[in-house]
């Protein structure tokens, strides 16, 4: 059975406060950045980027000058000259230390460049776009060659997994900083409060889908394979699938409190922020290799990487996870290694070594 849930229900807001957090930093002079993004949220994409809108709200904190300039190419050349000039008459006006773009597709942007470049790379800028047929499009061929020309350009190139540098032209340096999690919003809740919110069965298992059937990257987050997977288990669990569509970022902390277990089957990934999110909210997780998941979860009991993307490979994980009558514990390594708070301190490092570059080129 699969219960779908498409954010309609009043559980709170379309766009979540970040909470008070202090950042030390130790910066000679507020740095002053202009954010390039596709990823942004928008009356029409309200769900856009909750990983760069923290990012940004840490480093506000940590007192940089950080401006934001959204913009939604989706292929289409002209809005991509409209943008670009956009930005021209940006830098005209107002004076930045470096440009930081996120996605190799903002990064082109940013040329002829005027001042120090660093892109953030998160996934399918670098991997390819996979179409309905679950191939790799002509368009993500496209926009893997020109990340890679932007990567070749940039003065800084940050990769939020390691497993994306592969992609990278060769002999190009680079950064591996994953996108942080808000600690402060996604934590523990009482399973039986969070499902009686969220009006879901107490007496069946449930399995939070790692992506969103609707949009775009649907076919790379492979919801058939789920289904699949699920179907295995019919017959010794009582076990829904849950899938979230349009739901709110500040309300996801009570859908993966409800669960039971998060599931990941994506074709690719670069840094999975779900799957972080879960590991704050001591969800566990199985899923398919893909990203940097191994490195995140593999070495947490209660977790499984699958040896291969087989549904009954993938059903056997679940079934190992469902069947465990133990306390789960994996908020203690995200709080380690994937607070934004030490994150931002290590991207204000690359923002120096930009400018260093550039001065010395």
């Given at each position: 059975?699969?219960?779908?849930?498409?954010?309609?229900?009043?559980?709170?807001?379309?766009?979540?406060?970040?909470?008070?957090?202090?950042?030390?930093?130790?910066?000679?002079?507020?740095?002053?950045?202009?954010?390039?993004?596709?990823?942004?949220?928008?009356?029409?994409?309200?769900?856009?980027?909750?990983?760069?809108?923290?990012?940004?709200?840490?480093?506000?904190?940590?007192?940089?000058?950080?401006?934001?300039?959204?913009?939604?190419?989706?292929?289409?050349?002209?809005?991509?000259?409209?943008?670009?000039?956009?930005?021209?008459?940006?830098?005209?006006?107002?004076?930045?230390?470096?440009?930081?773009?996120?996605?190799?597709?903002?990064?082109?942007?940013?040329?002829?460049?005027?001042?120090?470049?660093?892109?953030?790379?998160?996934?399918?800028?670098?991997?390819?776009?996979?179409?309905?047929?679950?191939?790799y499009?002509?368009?993500?061929?496209?926009?893997?060659?020109?990340?890679?020309?932007?990567?070749?350009?940039?003065?800084e190139?940050?990769?939020?997994s390691?497993?994306?540098?592969?992609?990278?032209?060769?002999?190009?340096?680079?950064?591996?900083?994953?996108?942080?999690?808000?600690?402060?919003?996604?934590?523990?809740?009482?399973?039986?409060?969070?499902?009686?919110?969220?009006?879901?069965?107490?007496?069946?298992?449930?399995?939070?889908?790692?992506?969103?059937?609707?949009?775009?990257?649907?076919?790379?987050?492979?919801?058939d394979?789920?289904?699949?997977?699920?179907?295995?288990?019919?017959?010794?669990?009582?076990?829904?699938?849950?899938?979230t569509?349009?739901?709110?970022?500040?309300?996801?902390?009570?859908?993966?409190?409800?669960?039971?277990v998060?599931?990941?089957?994506?074709?690719?990934?670069?840094?999975?922020?779900?799957?972080?999110?879960?590991?704050?909210?001591?969800?566990?997780?199985?899923?398919?290799?893909?990203?940097?998941?191994?490195?995140?979860?593999?070495?947490?009991?209660?977790?499984i990487?699958?040896?291969?993307?087989?549904?009954?490979?993938?059903?056997?994980?679940?079934?190992?996870?469902?069947?465990?009558?133990?306390?789960?514990?994996?908020?203690?390594?995200a709080?380690?290694?994937?607070?934004?708070?030490?994150?931002?301190?290590?991207?204000?490092?690359?923002?120096?070594?930009?400018?260093?570059?550039?001065?010395?080129?």
């Amino acid at each position: 059975m699969e219960l779908i849930f498409d954010g309609k229900n009043d559980f709170g807001s379309k766009t979540g406060k970040v909470p008070s957090m202090e950042v030390n930093c130790e910066i000679d002079a507020p740095l002053r950045i202009l954010i390039v993004t596709s990823s942004w949220p928008t009356p029409e994409h309200p769900d856009g980027g909750p990983f760069i809108i923290l990012q940004v709200e840490v480093l506000r904190m940590a007192g940089l000058q950080v401006d934001v300039f959204p913009f939604r190419g989706e292929k289409n050349l002209i809005r991509y000259l409209r943008a670009w000039y956009q930005i021209r008459r940006q830098l005209r006006r107002k004076s930045y230390d470096l440009i930081h773009a996120h996605f190799g597709q903002s990064g082109i942007l940013a040329f002829p460049k005027r001042i120090p470049l660093v892109v953030t790379f998160h996934g399918d800028d670098l991997e390819g776009i996979i179409g309905p047929q679950g191939q790799y499009t002509f368009a993500g061929h496209v926009l893997r060659s020109l990340s890679k020309v932007v990567a070749s350009f940039a003065d800084e190139v940050i990769v939020v997994s390691a497993s994306l540098a592969r992609h990278l032209p060769k002999r190009r340096s680079y950064h591996v900083i994953p996108g942080g999690v808000d600690l402060d919003l996604f934590k523990p809740l009482s399973k039986e409060e969070a499902r009686n919110t969220l009006k879901l069965p107490q007496d069946r298992y449930l399995v939070l889908f790692g992506g969103r059937i609707h949009n775009a990257d649907a076919p790379r987050k492979r919801y058939d394979l789920a289904r699949q997977a699920i179907a295995h288990l019919s017959s010794q669990y009582n076990v829904d699938l849950v899938v979230t569509r349009d739901v709110p970022h500040d309300v996801m902390p009570i859908y993966m409190n409800a669960c039971d277990v998060l599931l990941l089957t994506s074709i690719h990934e670069g840094s999975p922020t779900v799957v972080k999110e879960a590991m704050a909210c001591n969800l566990p997780v199985v899923s398919v290799a893909v990203g940097d998941v191994p490195e995140r979860i593999g070495s947490i009991p209660g977790c499984i990487v699958c040896n291969d993307d087989r549904s009954e490979t993938i059903a056997t994980g679940l079934a190992h996870v469902l069947s465990r009558n133990m306390s789960f514990n994996s908020r203690h390594v995200a709080a380690k290694e994937l607070d934004e708070r030490i994150l931002a301190k290590k991207v204000i490092d690359v923002y120096r070594y930009a400018r260093q570059r550039w001065k010395i080129a």
